[in-house]
């Protein structure tokens, strides 16, 4: 069983989903259990020592000032999971709630939180064994670390709270006698802080956002494409000259993509063939879709950073003797990416519904019958799939405007600023799901397009391969039908992969 051992590396978006998604068991390395000793035995020196530090002797927030005696510490960070387990709504998807649990122990395991070893073991065993909590997925101010949504995890820990287990939902002490994992008896000083005060669950929802978008960009490069075939488009736009004297590297990438994808094509053509030069969202595919490429590295690389990071409060530093208090819990480094993200997602699904228009339109597909079907009348063919389209884009742009330029005072104001991240990355993932139906709606129709010319046999060496896994899962459109199920069948379709993995075997890999 393939393995990720943290402490032995920086942890990217792929060791990400090789654990939540593909089964990866996870191991601490000895290295890294030195550190988390060391700095529990300085939180339990300073606790013997009776030294005011915050979260270890004092209360939380507003409580800062409240001392709290070495008899009290333990009921004190119970109290403060009990207290903070002020989620609402649906669980939060198992595959970002078992990166939650992830992101947290490698956080705990970099030696600045001052937990014991059995706090990160518990979480590791909930992860290898397959408990995953019941993490309501609204609650989170997203400053003072995701408090709410992580105090659920931690109830799991504890037998309290619920949990899922072999895809049942159960009370979390079932599910972890079921699983033949010991809960904990009782959270030491610093412990229950350690345990919540951090931006792991914003950055869990927003890493795995942000590695669909990824894969859902090559997607829409190789829709873009069908569609482009389907209205004899010009490939000049895609000459490398153009591209380089600008700059942009996901222009410069898209554009390389096109000549790959369509090499060999009999249906486009040149500038000046057929015509001059084709709309925007045909002629500018480099520049609109390598925006959001560049815009998702870019987010990337942030995710990575936070995924790796120390986000507690306060921290500990074994070298010095020193235990600090700041804000790395505050989400604003990521709210401001993830609102991002909803942007650049958003702009996919954009160009992808003004293709899907050209396709469908008389005025526009360059002979095509309306609404890509014979017998126009009594059959409506594609006209509702760009309503729904539209309707998706709209809703988009709604859910685009930014979570983080919203603000509110919490704990009587000792928290007076927040960064919304985790509405931010929450957004970004229902947009992202819009999109993906979007996309699933263009290569519909551009397929139809294709078959409606008689033109397979023209394809280029990418766009051939898109067609023929097309048309493995749903048909050729000759008479109105329930499309909601060839909708569903083609989303299903994008989120396998297997259209990219045919075209990425055929011509090599994707940008």
Do not use: W
Not at 159 to 185: H, T
Not at 268 to 279: E, F, L, N
Not at 313 to 320: G, L, Q, S, Y
Not at 411 to 421: L, W
């Amino acid at each position: 069983m393939e393995k990720f051992i943290i402490g032995n590396k920086k942890i990217t978006l792929e060791d990400l989903i090789n654990v939540t998604r593909n089964g990866y068991q996870v191991e601490i390395s000895e290295e890294a259990y030195k550190k988390v000793d060391e700095a529990r035995a300085l939180v339990d020196r300073y606790v013997k020592e009776k030294k005011v530090s915050y979260g270890i002797t004092t209360g939380f927030g507003k409580f800062s000032d409240t001392v709290i005696s070495e008899e009290e510490t333990g009921i004190l960070q119970r109290n403060l999971i009990m207290s903070h387990s002020c989620g609402v709504g649906n669980p939060i998807p198992l595959d970002a709630a078992r990166g939650i649990m992830l992101l947290r122990v490698v956080n705990m395991a970099k030696g600045h939180s001052g937990v014991r070893r059995i706090i990160i073991d518990t979480l590791v065993k909930m992860l290898n064994k397959g408990v995953i909590p019941f993490i309501p997925e609204k609650g989170s101010l997203g400053a003072s670390g995701d408090l709410a949504p992580l105090s659920h995890m931690v109830l799991v820990m504890l037998g309290l709270g619920k949990a899922f287990y072999k895809n049942e939902l159960l009370s979390g002490k079932e599910a972890m006698d079921k699983a033949g994992i010991k809960v904990i008896d009782a959270l030491s000083s610093k412990e229950g802080l350690a345990l919540i005060n951090g931006t792991q669950v914003m950055t869990s929802i927003g890493a795995h956002v942000t590695y669909d978008a990824i894969n859902l960009m090559k997607h829409l490069d190789l829709a873009g494409a069908l569609t482009l075939e389907t209205q004899n488009g010009i490939t000049c736009a895609f000459d490398p000259r153009i591209h380089e004297v600008r700059g942009h590297k996901g222009q410069i990438d898209t554009a390389e993509n096109y000549r790959n994808i369509l090499t060999e094509s009999k249906n486009t053509t040149k500038q000046g063939v057929v015509r001059v030069q084709d709309p925007y969202v045909l002629r500018c595919i480099p520049q609109i879709h390598g925006a959001s490429k560049d815009a998702l590295e870019y987010i990337k690389n942030k995710v990575e950073t936070e995924m790796d990071a120390v986000t507690d409060n306060p921290i500990i530093f074994c070298d010095t003797d020193d235990v600090i208090s700041g804000g790395n819990f505050h989400g604003q480094p990521m709210a401001l990416p993830f609102d991002f993200l909803g942007i650049a997602i958003s702009e996919m699904a954009n160009v992808s519904e003004r293709r899907i228009e050209r396709l469908v339109n008389p005025a526009l597909n360059n002979g095509l019958p309306a609404f890509l079907v014979k017998n126009g009348g009594v059959n409506s063919g594609f006209m509702i799939v760009q309503y729904s389209a539209a309707s998706l884009v709209s809703e988009n742009k709604v859910l685009a405007h930014p979570a983080s330029v919203d603000s509110i005072p919490s704990s009587a104001n000792q928290e007076d600023h927040v960064s919304m991240g985790t509405i931010a990355a929450r957004k970004a993932g229902e947009i992202l799901k819009n999109t993906r139906n979007v996309i699933a709606m263009e290569l519909l129709a551009a397929c139809q397009g294709i078959d409606l010319r008689e033109s397979q046999d023209k394809l280029g060496k990418g766009t051939k391969k898109v067609y023929e896994e097309i048309r493995k899962v749903v048909s050729y459109y000759d008479k109105d039908r329930v499309m909601h199920i060839d909708i569903n069948a083609m989303e299903e379709l994008i989120k396998s992969n297997k259209i990219v993995e045919a075209v990425e075997k055929e011509i090599g890999k994707l940008n």
